[in-house]
């Protein structure tokens, strides 16, 4: 059945002195807002089971509107599109407004979606973040908890590490008293995740930043596949970002449960010069010998690591470097 009112949806996007990346979905799916969690099980588990069905609308003609320049691209069969324009002269420090809206003549009709896109001053640092387990305690190795945790509990009242949005605070603040400080969130969940993690966000004050996510998912089945995720999809994007800002110096935070330490490792194999300093969270009883061995190569390489429990210590070593 043809969809006459799709959504349209922009992600933040990101800027440099040249150029701008914008992102986002067109959705089947007439969406007034996303779907709310709420503290009842069967109510988030419909919000679950409707998240992880949003059909994309591939094929229709999208445009950019930022400042006099009007662009336009394809969606592809997911409903994804992506603008990455050369801009002469280049949008302004901090975030801009971007507008973006299906083409006249494809036979949809959405209101025209609104946008922002952050230029990041060259600070001394930026930041590139893991989530799950990084920020946010998700259980991401075990599925069946993972899942609970989504179903159980609104996002308002999951939880983040101790100490880690204050961390995540000051080496915000730190680092953009000359300007917007870039906070790049990396995760190997899926699109139909964004919604849950922005309010999560949002209700702990986590720094304003981008997000960088995995392809959507639209079966519900999928959303059995969700632990682990794909972890060559965290350093393309991590290498995308480093490579979009080759000026800018980067300080990466991740954890051990997952592949962190060697996606941050193969990193700065490949990027010696931009990355300052990695961070590991240390999530079980005992120090992860492969997390040891890959943090080991990466001092080799010259670049200082703290592989921590508390963020107390991160907080700590964060200053001492001169970080914050």
């Given at each position: 059945?043809?969809?006459?009112?799709?959504?349209?949806v922009?992600?933040p996007?990101?800027?440099?002195?040249?150029?701008?990346?914008?992102?986002?979905h067109?959705?089947?799916?007439?969406?007034?807002h996303?779907?709310?969690?709420?503290?009842?099980f069967?109510?988030?588990?419909?919000?679950?089971?409707?998240?992880?069905?949003?059909?994309?609308?591939?094929?229709?003609?999208?445009?950019l509107?930022?400042?006099?320049?009007?662009?336009e691209?394809?969606?592809?069969?997911?409903?994804y599109?992506?603008?990455d324009?050369?801009l002469?002269?280049?949008v302004?420090?901090?975030?801009t407004a971007?507008?973006v809206?299906?083409?006249?003549g494809?036979g949809?009709?959405?209101?025209?979606?609104?946008?922002?896109?952050?230029?990041p001053?060259?600070n001394?640092?930026?930041?590139?973040s893991?989530?799950?387990?990084?920020l946010?305690?998700?259980?991401?190795?075990?599925?069946w908890k993972?899942?609970?945790?989504?179903i159980?509990?609104?996002?308002?009242?999951r939880?983040?590490f101790?100490g880690?949005v204050?961390?995540?605070q000051?080496?915000?603040?730190?680092?953009?008293?000359?300007?917007?400080?870039?906070?790049?969130?990396?995760?190997?969940?899926?699109?139909?995740?964004?919604?849950?993690?922005r309010?999560?966000?949002r209700?702990?004050?986590v720094?304003r930043?981008?997000?960088l996510?995995?392809?959507?998912?639209?079966r519900f089945?999928?959303?059995?596949?969700?632990?682990g995720?794909?972890?060559g999809?965290?350093l393309?994007?991590?290498?995308?970002?480093?490579?979009?800002y080759p000026?800018?110096?980067?300080i990466?935070?991740?954890?051990?449960?997952?592949?962190?330490?060697?996606?941050?490792?193969?990193?700065v194999r490949?990027?010696?010069l931009?990355?300052?300093?990695?961070?590991i969270?240390?999530?079980r009883?005992?120090?992860?010998?492969?997390a040891?061995?890959?943090?080991g190569?990466?001092?080799?390489?010259?670049?200082?690591?703290?592989?921590?429990?508390h963020?107390?210590?991160a907080?700590?070593?964060s200053?001492?470097?001169?970080?914050m």
């Amino acid at each position: 059945m043809r969809t006459e009112n799709p959504t349209i949806v922009v992600y933040p996007g990101y800027a440099n002195h040249t150029g701008v990346v914008v992102f986002g979905h067109v959705f089947r799916q007439n969406l007034r807002h996303w779907y709310p969690y709420s503290d009842n099980f069967f109510a988030n588990l419909r919000v679950l089971w409707k998240l992880f069905r949003v059909k994309g609308l591939g094929g229709v003609q999208v445009q950019l509107c930022i400042g006099a320049v009007v662009a336009e691209t394809t969606t592809d069969a997911r409903g994804y599109y992506r603008f990455d324009l050369q801009l002469e002269p280049s949008v302004g420090y901090g975030w801009t407004a971007v507008d973006v809206r299906l083409a006249p003549g494809g036979g949809y009709q959405a209101p025209v979606a609104q946008g922002r896109v952050l230029r990041p001053a060259l600070n001394s640092y930026d930041i590139i973040s893991d989530i799950d387990d990084t920020l946010l305690i998700s259980h991401s190795l075990n599925l069946w908890k993972k899942l609970r945790l989504l179903i159980m509990h609104q996002p308002s009242k999951r939880k983040p590490f101790d100490g880690v949005v204050a961390h995540y605070q000051q080496l915000y603040d730190a680092n953009s008293e000359k300007g917007s400080c870039l906070f790049s969130f990396v995760s190997s969940s899926e699109w139909n995740l964004y919604p849950f993690i922005r309010a999560f966000s949002r209700t702990y004050r986590v720094p304003r930043g981008i997000y960088l996510m995995n392809s959507l998912k639209t079966r519900f089945r999928d959303l059995f596949r969700t632990a682990g995720g794909s972890h060559g999809h965290k350093l393309e994007k991590i290498e995308e970002i480093l490579r979009y800002y080759p000026d800018h110096r980067f300080i990466l935070l991740g954890d051990d449960t997952q592949q962190d330490p060697v996606l941050y490792m193969q990193a700065v194999r490949r990027f010696p010069l931009q990355i300052a300093c990695v961070y590991i969270r240390h999530t079980r009883r005992r120090p992860q010998k492969e997390a040891e061995a890959m943090l080991g190569e990466i001092k080799r390489l010259g670049v200082p690591y703290c592989y921590f429990a508390h963020s107390a210590e991160a907080i700590r070593h964060s200053k001492k470097m001169g970080f914050m």
